[in-house]
């Protein structure tokens, strides 16, 4: 139990995904796919090869009410294989892994799912910019101690982890994977956001219908 079996320190660094699709398809950039979605004249199908990135596409096929077919795979480096095969239509996917493919015009980037706009991809638009107002999902890592540790124990390595968070190599090191190096102000602090989080993520499986494995 991520609320009860722990006590949160901080957050480490946060990162959105990017919805990606080939450089084939015949959404050039992120309006004419929202365009395509909502239409509803056909099924787009989405790869998925992780809990994040399938909720991601789940998330906007609620927000766009557009006809979406799940395609689940094993893992990320499968699902990507296919969506450039055109087996599937589109993607949202973890930034460090379409980041190569990307550059390499490989696959070609649409949309970021963060609030702001992605370091490695400055000229990708965001979701919520691009019509979808509010859309905002990304992953996330955190520090956490067991649940009886000492409360003095627990301001200490708080600042330890905050520290280590706003140094400039982590910094650098974060922006290098699209992420951002993201501390928490206190223990408190990074507890409201993972039951945030919880309650968000939850919604998301429960209104997409996603079984429990």
């Known amino acids: 139990d991520p609320i009860n079996d722990f006590i949160p320190l901080s957050t480490i660094a946060v990162s959105g995904l990017v919805l990606v699709v080939a450089p084939n398809s015949p959404y050039r950039n992120i309006a004419e796919f929202l365009a395509a979605a909502r239409a509803r004249e056909r099924e787009l199908s989405f790869g998925s090869g992780s809990s994040s990135t399938r909720i991601a596409a789940e998330m906007l096929k609620k927000r766009t009410e557009g006809k979406m077919l799940h395609i689940p795979y094993k ?16 993607m949202t996917c973890d ?6 493919l990307v550059n390499g015009g490989k696959l070609r980037a649409l949309a970021v799912t963060s609030a702001k706009r992605d370091p490695l991809f400055p000229d990708v638009p ?20 067991p ?9 200490r390595l708080h600042k330890l982890v905050v520290d280590a968070v706003q140094s400039e190599a ?19 602090e990074f507890l409201a956001f993972v039951k945030s989080e919880t309650t968000k993520w939850q919604k998301i499986v429960t209104d997409a219908g996603i079984e429990p494995e």
Not at 126 to 134: H, I, P, R
């Open 147 to 155: 649940a009886k540790t000492p409360a003095p124990i627990v301001l």
């Open 75 to 90: 893992g990320t480096p499968q699902a990507l294989t296919d969506l450039m095969g055109g087996q599937v239509d589109f």
């Open 126 to 145: 965001t979701l919520a910019e691009s019509g979808l107002a509010g859309y905002e999902l990304t992953s996330w890592a955190g520090a956490f101690v």
């Open 95 to 100: 930034v460090n892994p379409a980041t190569p």
């Open 170 to 188: 982590m910094k650098a090191q974060a922006a290098k994977t699209g992420s951002i190096a993201y501390p928490s102000a206190s223990s408190a």
